[in-house]
């Protein structure tokens, strides 16, 4: 069925426990109820050189591991993901759930690991059709609200220390300031109070 959500390019992001896999599951149940053809995504990952790329990039042995080899693999395997996945189901007028995309690169990458915002969204310009989703909400949670829906053993990312995490939430906020595509969501309720939430703003779109 032809609606107003179908061919959209909509992603969820925030940072680590925001919650953002459980409510891209919610957001694509509401939407296939609402007879809208969608596929999910997780990024990185969602393709068989993301898979690979996604198990190097959060591997805790990986300790090595630059800021500039942690933006250049997480652009590499949305590229392929958008190559592969994205850009198909967009031409046959699916929507597209994200789970993570660029906005995170800015946040954890650009802002936290001190990369620079900027020069990140240079490198998706230039590799990335439609850097830019049609929608991104940003679930924003407090550092301990996060902390504690996280599983016991963090993966390389997660074990960064707390002030790196605080400042993965700012670069979050920032990055939402001033853009229009983008909307934040505090996700520091229940599953189903923050799926409301979501649910009202992709009513919105
Ligand atoms: P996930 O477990 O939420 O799928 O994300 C994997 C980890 O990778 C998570 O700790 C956040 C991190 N990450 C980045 O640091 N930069 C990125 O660009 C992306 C997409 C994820």
New binding site residues.
Partial sequence: MENKFSGKFIVLDGP?GCG??TQCALLGQWLAQNGVDIEIF????GTAIGEKI?QI??NPEHIAMSTAT?VLL?MAA?VQLWAEKIAPALKENKSVIL????S??C???GHAGGFGMEKIIKIATDSLEKPWPDLTIILDVDLETGANRLSSQP?R??AKPREYHQKVREGFLELAKGRESFVVVDATGDIETVHKKVIEVVEKI
Avoid: C, F, N
């Avoid at 997780?42 to 990952?45: E, L, V």
């Avoid at 789970?99 to 660029?102: E, I, K, N, Q, S």
């Fill in positions: 680590d953002k896999s997780r990024d990185p990952g996604r990039l959060l942690e997480y949305r789970d993570r995309w660029l995170s690169t946040a954890y990458q993966d990312i997660e």
